[in-house]
T-cell receptor, first 114, second 110 residues
Framework: SAVISQKPSRDICQRGTSLTIQCQVD?????MFWYRQQPGQSLTLIAT?????????ESGFVIDKFPISRPNLTFSTLTVSNMSPEDSSIYLC???????????FGSGTRLTVV | TQLLEQSPQFLSIQEGENLTVYCNSS?????LQWYRQEPGEGPVLLVT?????EVKKLKRLTFQFGDARKDSSLHITAAQPGDTGLYLC??????????FGSGTKLNVKP
């Protein structure tokens, strides 16, 4: 299965600023996704990162707040824009060659907005 | 609201005990996966089930997919402290995008 490097692993940011999280996969994957997770709780899907086209967002998430790039089959970024304390969470990227065989996850980015 | 409900939400048991975690939904899934997550790490895939009624065993873990493909269970035999973690089920409608269950926090005390 693919190996994902996600960075930064954690950051403390001022409200009103933006943070870009990077996700690098060691092999080409067809699907990449971004999730948000409160510590010890379940994962909420933010969006599907589509290669060469605009990301597909889930209900409650919008492109202006969470712009996503996916320039190729091994890399994606998620930006958390105009941050507020409510954006404090763990952000995870995941990838799969084919969904049937399960996702591989990055180790997550723990974001604290102050 | 959560598409997939897991129960129990929390479970604290002694080493050597058996336990079962349930994952229920009103939706039919094309496939269902179970993950285990430790603090500071991403979830790690344990198993994928795709056929209604399917049972898979992974050492002391037994996974079952309901006949109607709406529910699943994870049974751990003789739990060990190393089994401690957050267990998550995840279901997909078209083998692509997975939605995660509400999670079960397991603590196995030595």
């Amino acid at each position: 299965s693919a190996v994902i490097s996600q960075k930064p692993s954690r950051d403390i940011c001022q409200r009103g600023t933006s943070l870009t999280i990077q996700c690098q996969v060691d092999s080409q994957v067809t699907m990449m996704f971004w999730y948000r997770q409160q510590p010890g709780q379940s994962l909420t899907l933010i969006a599907t990162a589509n290669q060469g086209s605009e990301a597909t967002y889930e209900s409650g998430f919008v492109i202006d707040k969470f712009p996503i790039s996916r320039p190729n089959l091994t890399f994606s970024t998620l930006t958390v824009s105009n941050m507020s304390p409510e954006d404090s969470s763990i952000y995870l990227c995941s990838a799969a060659a084919r969904g049937l065989y399960g996702y591989t996850f990055g180790s997550g980015t723990r974001l604290t907005v102050v | 609201t959560q598409l997939l409900e897991q129960s129990p939400q929390f479970l604290s048991i002694q080493e050597g005990e058996n336990l079962t975690v349930y994952c229920n939904s009103s939706s039919v899934f094309s496939s269902l996966q179970w993950y285990r997550q430790e603090p500071g790490e991403g979830p790690v895939l344990l198993v994928t089930v795709v056929t209604g009624g399917e049972v898979k065993k992974l050492k002391r873990l037994t996974f079952q997919f309901g006949d109607a493909r709406k529910d699943s269970s994870l049974h751990i035999t003789a739990a060990q402290p190393g089994d401690t973690g957050l267990y998550l089920c995840a279901g997909a409608h078209n083998f692509n995008k997975f939605y995660f269950g509400s999670g079960t926090k397991l603590n196995v005390k030595p």
